[in-house]
């Protein structure tokens, strides 16, 4: 096994000595056999194979857990944790099983919350965190420290954390965020400072690759279901009623195929992986058409990030970019919307037609984490204490293959995690809703 | 890759002939490259590997999924559904899937629901299924087919199944109707008939082995958190106030531990599979006296097997033994109830104290299933229709390390999912509750 | 008593004779002492008197309920059910309980559904109801029969109910609906057909007059919480975060009045009934910029109808007129959303802002109604039910200070409840959120 | 008007001088014409007449609302404020809005929580309250305070009072609690204390007389949907499958009736106002027998405080007896499963019958209120506020007809709101449900 085998390495702190894990004189805690990690235990990064191909390597990340040995002198931390970006489920059980674990667990004591985001460490006053205060920040939506986006300024970021005298730093937040905390690792790292910098992956859109599922997708899964719902009584109960859903997904259509999937309500599932189109045989409307015609109403479930290109811009959008220098995101909810409503007007002017869209975004996004998600979220949080107290820096946590490893940050920071067209969970989609293949459609 | 591995093979059907899949021909259905799966493609049972080990064999299973070449012309095909056991939330997402799968992929058009469990097939009528008819059933709790226990007769239910022709049987039950599925597949095997027998594993108590969890669960954890919400609030609101909630977990405490964990409110969780103790030193006393003395109040969860050997059994309890000749269980929560209140009134006459039991169970099982469990009933379902339609048999469906797979029938129903006291998941529980670890103390 | 009561006396059927009430027969149903309502009944119109006032007379309503007899031979009854406008919960309860009550406590067979509001009963098929067929529709949102705006032709609905033999007409729709049951009234005597008529008020704003609050209103209050708590989890997780959430309420603010004083969360609440300005000394910028500078965060409740005059219109905007000639409805929360950026933009460019705007709207009325409403649903309709076996016409069901009544229909049509900025309850929302009196403000 | 009318007089503190309400001078608040209440403002008790009776006089109460005048200066308000009895939805609203009211409205600054509530008085420490501490606790189930049954000391708590010097005193309790609370007032008006004495009646069962409805009901109602609906999920499910569910109400069946006419899936519902019996013509066995033949399965809805004399009792239960010498409540759920189970057993001994008995009390009651009661909540509380500032004392606040009043204290101690088995409300339950008419029955 091991000779096949190639692991991804991570980086380590090296300036502090091995000690023994104060879980060892945990009254209450007594790690048996099978307890505690080693360097040896690894998840392969992949379990499913096509055995007539040619013999493939294996993958392997190092497990994530608490080792018998670590590197920081509880008593010596000093933790930093930041959330960066939008709001997803689940933030706040983050932060309150950070808090909990390093206090509980590592008997740590010096823990400060960085408010509002990067900008955060170097504009304002940290908060001093401990169990008490963070007690029942798991049943509330958002996040309690606030946040924000942009606000990265490196030097000062890294100033900050030499100023006062941090050394580990849980940076929870999306990708960008995550490019950041590669950032801040590498500085950190050049002035040879011994501060261990995690990052927790934020996406509610589930876009972050390698790892199984980001937290709070499963919330916001479940959360989408009532708008779907909605939209379809709302269709239901008009004669020609469209009901139309915009969800979560800039990239990736995840929370769209997921919710589709659980709603069986849906007519058809627009994502951003797979173009579409309105007029023509084979798009649409076309199909929209033949579902009024055959049950009087359809609802439609659409990706905020599908379907961008062909959204008319103006001129001033045509120029209006996002920090990245990326063209600003239209909403596709309502100019879909107003396209429907042109199109019937054109084709069946004197027939009654109603579209009702629902944008659910800041309803789904803000709700506290459910049972699922919180309990992931515990096991993330306690696998970035383990990580860091064990010395690893640059790293990331996460389930591969419903495991828990570590993962270097960098890839990571690098790789998307995209809704694949052709394997059968997207054709399940399409078994279910029956809805066009517009990319053939569209050759053929 | 390939040398290493040794794969669980399936029994096959052999009397019938290979077809192209009819998913070739569904117009909004064109199936790209990786859309089919080959027998091949497997699936890793290990994940986890500690490289220090002198090298293990891979154990690979059979990829769930489409195969371009299947056994049955679908106009032949005369399937048979049949719900055992208890119920438990998703129940009917697998037999609406089963049903709008086998008609809307494949063209079955006989289907065919058998009511109230095994007995169904002799005793009562069957009733003829259709997608129109499904259609909303998966927002039902509950098995709109009914369910019963018991009433398997091996002659009469393969005599059924002749009599009436089905060559196809989906069974979902828990592990006693596994292993009647067992038996039903090797009768049918040896009358020699070309039956597709499935089983779909039914436990919410997530007890079933090998498949990553069984359906219903995450639905099942996440309503027993209203239980233990409510317990938690009736002890706060009361002078030395316990609240007791007992959850399913007759042999494996899975829900107790998933829930505890996410919930955060709950001082101690007791499961079957560690043992605990009342009086003594280390013991559950002693905890809850410490906790009422520090909290004012304190939450408890348990298994509903827990503590079985505790209880003390009139003459006629020690008789009774259920249909598969074991002791019958007594109520763990009316017993811990009444002895909490004995030591307490021992120990503190004249104070005050309250235990609040909530027993949620019907009220847990009996919801219909969330979006996560829906769309794993989704995918469980297709999974069974694809494998039995490729001419498996003698098999389940179900996720390995996330992927689905083909498991042979014998080896689901022989293995059981215990949680493993000594890993760190159950460490976090004792990390987050800080409750005694019972077993040392025990020993200590 | 009886001497200073002046009655609204209602219209009845002349042409039938009295017959005895079908319920004394039935074999469940023993009608005791006191079940049967008598004309002398009454409910009184007014509750609160102040003594000092100079002696008014009272007012009363004859009170609802079964008459000991009745004016239908139950097989002769052909009635008809029609939804008609928007969406709110409990429409499918009130046809669920129609049809129910028509059928097992009167005896009732035929009973029609007009699909589609008004037009349907000149341009669709009725769809013929019975018990089994509506069994879960109180489950359920939105209304099964559909519904449409518009399509009002007397001529051809009157002609309709005539052709059909329709000789009880349940109308169900809001304030124009009413106004439109008026004239089928006036037509109908007009005509001297002897049909029933009967209309039932559906208004999720709680906007109807005389009775105390509309059904599904309870319901909408209940589910706006949910955008009130998204709203504030957005605000208070950003820095100077405003949450804005647009209620319905076109002309009256009682959905947003009592959401506000329900959720506690509110920092101010806008409705129609009060007017409100943006700049200058008291007006709402100058109560944010304090409150953002006290808590950080603020949230913003603003009814649909609120503040219309002040939004800047387009010159084509100047000229759309509804089917009712008046303006039509802007969007208030898209336009105070971008008001609020302008204006923070302009005084404080260089500190962080955001604005997060949520409409509810859909998943608010699409949902089914609650427990409270649904049993106000039941005995609405059952109300309306024997107030048309007993011959009553022209007439409206509804609760007056807790008691179930009949109230002319043309009175109800003419009038409006809106919010009395001047009483104690609407003093309670501004010492609750202690927002600013705008009113006040603006002439001091 | 005022002729005719004889007004409830309340109780008033005596030694206290007139001042002005502390409103008038708050800048956001300018009370405009009627929004203060004068001593002839009275709310109606009776609004349901029958004309054709002889005269009948009114009999009015003081409307609830804020006076022009008040006794106390607020600065010299000493407020306590204590919880009594088992746990009702709402109660932590109460608690928030008198603290909140009295700080903001009156600006009272001293306001005391007694813990665990009559013995807390004098047995332990009571709790600083402001605006702060208790922001969010009306999202919280159950009661901060803690609450108790008995320790109802009166020499004790006057002390206590005395000595603590707490010039109001707010009681929130049910029945009981509030005979305590006219001894308590009836003491402190002997010991001649200027101390205001408010009751604000606590009964999830609605028992309570002249109000129109206690807080917590309607939220009891909706939660008990859910048990309901499970229980209907175990008995569709099953093969003769019956759910059983016992909800609150010792002496009164509000809470069974109303989830009962609200669910619609009930087919029996027993309550204690009106007898029932199992075995002969016309008892619950034939009818059960009837609907299971019909219908496969039947849910049965009882109140707990149904069927109580026909419950066998030991020896032992033969003399214990509560607090207030009534034998203890036995439990009729547990009772009516087993007398199921045998009564099958003995008529269809081989025959599959199922009973799922579900007892949801605590998860009832434990819950935050809905939106509905919170609002009330607040109104209740802010008329207590207002009318013990305006020197009533030994009063309750409640709505009459829809309008909150004031009643004096020892009326409300005394009076017991039944279901009345002969108006048309039961009716509709029985013509719902089709149930039996037992007492009809019987005497036939």
Not at 50 to 73: F, K, N, T
Not at 259 to 283: N, Q, W
Request: net charge negative; charged share 20%.
């Amino acid at each position: 096994m091991a000779d096949a085998t190639s692991i991804k390495e991570l980086p380590s702190l090296t300036g502090l000595h091995q000690r023994r894990n104060p879980l060892e004189e945990n009254p209450f805690f007594h790690p048996s056999h099978g307890f505690y990690i080693t360097p040896s235990d690894v998840v392969l990064s992949q379990v499913v194979y096509d055995l007539s191909d040619a013999s493939q390597p294996h993958v392997a990340y190092h497990r994530a857990g608490p080792r018998r040995e670590i590197l920081y002198e509880p008593s010596s931390v000093k933790a930093a944790i930041v959330t960066c970006g939008g709001l997803c489920p689940g933030m706040n059980t983050v932060i309150r099983e950070l808090v909990v674990g390093l206090w509980e667990l590592y008997g740590v004591r010096e823990i400060y919350g960085i408010p509002a985001g990067y900008r955060g460490f170097y504009s304002m006053e940290a908060v001093e965190l401990n169990p008490k205060l963070v007690h029942n920040w798991h049943k509330k939506g958002g996040t309690v420290l606030a946040t924000s986006r942009g606000g990265f300024d490196l030097c000062k970021i890294v100033d900050a954390i030499q100023q006062n005298g941090y050394n580990q730093v849980y940076i929870i937040g999306g990708d960008g965020t995550m490019r950041g905390a590669v950032k801040i690792f590498d500085e950190v790292s050049r002035r040879k400072l011994e501060v261990g910098i995690t990052g927790i992956p934020k996406t509610v859109d589930n876009d972050v690759g390698i790892i199984d599922r980001s937290f709070g997708f499963q919330t916001a899964v479940e959360m989408a279901q009532e708008a779907i719902s909605a939209a379809h009584v709302e269709a239901e109960s008009a004669v020609n009623g469209i009901g139309l859903v915009k969800l979560m997904g800039r990239s990736t259509g995840h929370i769209a195929l997921h919710a589709t999937l659980s709603s069986r309500d849906v007519d058809c599932c627009l994502i951003p992986e797979m173009g579409f189109y309105l007029e023509r045989k084979g798009g649409l409307f076309e199909f929209l058409e033949q579902r009024l015609k055959d049950h009087g109403h359809a609802v439609l479930v659409v990706a905020e990030g599908a379907g961008q290109e062909m959204i008319p811009r103006t001129e001033s959008q045509k120029q209006e970019r996002d920090e990245s220098g990326n063209l600003v995101f239209l909403d596709v909810g309502v100019w879909l919307k107003s396209a429907l409503k042109e199109w019937w007007e054109r084709e069946h002017p004197k027939e009654l037609f109603t579209v009702k869209y629902i944008d659910p975004t800041y309803m789904i996004r803000a709700v506290p984490a459910n049972a699922t998600d919180n309990l992931y979220c515990t096991l993330l949080a306690h696998s970035s204490i383990h990580g860091v107290m064990a010395g690893y820096t640059g790293f990331v946590s996460g389930p591969i293959n419903g495991n828990y490893a570590y993962i270097p940050l960098e890839e990571v920071a690098q790789t998307k995690n995209e809704v694949n067209t052709s394997d059968p969970k997207w054709a399940w989609v399409r078994s279910v809703t029956n809805q066009p293949d517009f990319e053939t459609n569209f050759k053929g």
